[in-house]
């Protein structure tokens, strides 16, 4: 009995040991793996810090901080302006790296900084100042910092001192957005690009403006609106968007750039990098932020339209509004946001497959340069520079939490090693003037604290996300998804008040976009179930509001020509950042 009872006991233990053993080499493996996150976002922390500590020494409170000098520069009115034309005599800077720097601040866990920070702002900053900004950049890095801080710091989950803070970013806030309410007031309602915050819009102000300067302003207006009440700010960004929109060519493209005052195209020519790119963007997250099915219309046709002429293979050239004819060959490195956006889309399989290109180029030049040459396999002769941009590691944040897939955290080690070993110096991060020879220039963007730091931190540590949906500006300030913001419509989005832009044909949402060949048709294979269908593709969703309760509802991804998932929260392959 008791030799067969340590008989049965030895095999017993066997059978665990075997049973067991992949489950300890796995927790191992996973062990071994969070170890290396954890060490991958202390190193993204320390970037941050000897970013944000070497700005607050050597440059705050002046706009940005140049690194090789241990100096500052005062940069908002530079933003955008190439020619450096109209630079204030007498303006020391709006703390523009620090109004950048606090929802990192909140993502990081530094409670007691931005509270500092806050306070520092709410006594010392004013917008009054004679100095003439862009509207778009000053949209999505001061307002929409402004903006993301003060929710940030109204949720209670971030531990802030509630006592302390009243308000004080808000109020900020809506004295910036009031001063760019008189860019709006044009006989288009399409925004001047320019704005002087003193004094409005300055005499004989250049009409000139881009897709994006007029279509990226919903996300930071809708939000200022909702939190005070003033409808003023969403109606005009929303009736800038509705007035771009009907501009649109036959195919449902856009051009670059435009005039504010004639409502006329000036470049016909566009694609997904510089002046257009947000445009996308927002109509995907004003969607997904308000919920208003008018975005989605708008931004589905749009993406097909992009699909279906920009899109060659993973890569994206540019092509004429109003031909759909390839005009320039030439990848940007504005253009790796795209992925991350399909992402949200739902279109893993094609965000993947652009993603890929865009990193084999990270690896060849070591980062990414500004422009390059798709057709003759080479650098743009001028634009060889990298100034620290974060789109690769935006895209490759989203793709990692979509899939999970461990390979995007090596990316995320590549990008930080490159940062690390070409661009850190005593004095902060230096942008890459010349990928060739990686000589540096004396400037560190602000985006680099608001974005690329943050990307990479949650990259490594997504607990920030767990439990609250957010959509990230294309400044990199979260927005939290709240359903009150799904309901709430105010009078101002009367669509009677303004000239209808919705053509009949546009209406007809339940067109197959198979019908319209996103996807370069292989063979005809008419009447065969959708599933199988191998190359035509992107199905619509069953319900036109892309609502869901089973996959089988979901209409075929445009790349892969698969089902689209139905998410848990309940829609078509629309992937939010789900706890
Ligand atoms: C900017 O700084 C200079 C030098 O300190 C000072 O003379 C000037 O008044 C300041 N300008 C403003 C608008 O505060
Ligand atoms: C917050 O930031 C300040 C300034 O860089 C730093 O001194 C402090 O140690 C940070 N605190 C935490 C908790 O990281
Ligand atoms: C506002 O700026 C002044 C001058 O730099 C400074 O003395 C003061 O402490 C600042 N306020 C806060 C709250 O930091
Ligand atoms: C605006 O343009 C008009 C006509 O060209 C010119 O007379 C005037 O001086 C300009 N004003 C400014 C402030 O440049
Ligand atoms: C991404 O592409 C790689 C290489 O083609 C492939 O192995 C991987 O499965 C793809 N991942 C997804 C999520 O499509
Ligand atoms: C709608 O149009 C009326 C009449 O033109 C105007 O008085 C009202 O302010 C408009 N409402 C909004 C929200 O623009």
């Not at 461990?406 to 850190?424: A, D, H, Q």
């Not at 009367?494 to 919705?502: L, Q």
Request: glycine residues 6%; hydrophobic residues 40%; aromatic residues 12%.
């Amino acid at each position: 009995m008791s030799d067969r009872k340590s008989t049965l006991g030895f095999a017993s233990w066997l059978l665990l040991f075997i049973a067991i053993s992949p489950l300890i080499l796995a927790s191992a493996v996973s062990d071994g793996a969070a170890a290396k996150k954890r060490f991958m976002r202390e190193e993204v922390r320390k970037m941050f810090y000897h970013a944000y500590d070497n700005y607050m020494i050597h440059a705050f409170p002046h706009d940005e901080l140049k690194p090789l000098t241990k100096s500052f520069t005062d940069s908002l009115s530079e933003l955008g302006n190439l020619k450096l034309e109209h630079l204030p005599q007498n303006y020391n800077g709006s703390a523009l790296t620090l109004i950048e720097s606090l929802s990192s601040l909140v993502v990081l866990g530094n409670i007691t900084e931005f509270e500092r920070a806050v306070l520092w702002l709410s006594e010392n900053l004013t917008f009054n100042v004679d100095a003439r900004i862009n509207l778009f950049e000053c949209n999505i890095r001061v307002l929409g910092g402004l903006v993301s801080a003060h929710i940030l710091a109204t949720d209670s989950t971030h531990r802030l001192s509630q006592s302390s803070y009243k308000n004080q970013l808000l109020v900020l806030a809506e004295d910036l957005g009031r001063r760019f309410l008189p860019a709006f007031d044009t006989p288009s309602g399409l925004p001047y690009a320019w704005i002087n915050l003193k004094y409005g819009v300055m005499e004989n102000e250049t009409t000139e403006t881009s897709t994006s300067g007029c279509g990226s302003l919903i996300l930071e207006m809708g939000a200022l609106s909702r939190l005070t009440g003033d409808s003023r700010f969403e109606a005009a960004a929303l009736r800038a968007l509705r007035k771009l929109w009907s501009m649109r060519s036959p195919l449902n493209l856009l051009g670059t750039t435009l005039d504010v005052v004639t409502g006329e195209w000036m470049e016909y020519s566009s694609g997904i990098g510089a002046g257009v790119d947000s445009f996308y963007e927002y109509l995907m997250k004003a969607y997904i932020l308000f919920g208003r099915d008018e975005y989605w219309d708008m931004f589905q046709s749009s993406y097909i339209a992009v699909q279906k002429y920009f899109r060659h293979g993973p890569w994206y050239h540019e092509a004429d509004m109003r031909t759909g004819k390839a005009t320039y060959w030439q990848l940007t490195s504005l253009q790796a946001f795209w992925p991350g956006l399909q992402v949200l889309l739902g279109d893993v399989a094609a965000a993947n497959s652009s993603h890929r290109e865009f990193f084999h180029v990270w690896e060849k030049f070591g980062v990414i340069p500004e422009r390059y040459l798709l057709d003759r396999d080479m650098l743009h002769p001028t634009e060889k520079y990298y100034p620290l941009r974060p789109e690769l590691a935006e895209s490759t944040l989203y793709l990692y939490q979509a899939t999970k897939d461990p390979w995007y955290l090596e990316v995320g080690e590549s990008i930080v090693n490159s940062l690390n070993r070409y661009t850190k110096v005593e004095g902060g991060f230096a942008s890459i003037k010349d990928v060739t020879s990686m000589k540096l220039e004396d400037h560190q963007h602000s985006f680099f604290l608001a974005e690329m730091c943050k990307y990479l931190y949650l990259l490594f540590d997504d607990s920030f996300l767990v439990g609250q949906n957010y959509v990230f500006t294309t400044e990199g300030h979260l927005l939290p998804v709240k359903r009150a913001w799904h309901e709430r419509l105010p009078e101002a989005y009367i669509p009677s008040n303004w000239t209808s832009v919705m053509s009949a044909k546009y209406q007809a949402k339940h067109a197959s976009a198979m019908s319209l060949q996103v996807c370069p048709s292989a063979t005809s294979r008419t009447g065969v179930a959708p599933h199988a269908v191998e190359s035509a593709c992107h199905v619509l969703d069953l319900l036109s509001n892309h609502r869901c309760m089973a996959d089988e509802e979901c209409g075929i991804d445009s790349t892969t020509c698969r089902q689209r998932t139905c998410s848990m929260a309940g829609y078509c392959g629309l992937w939010l950042f789900v706890a």
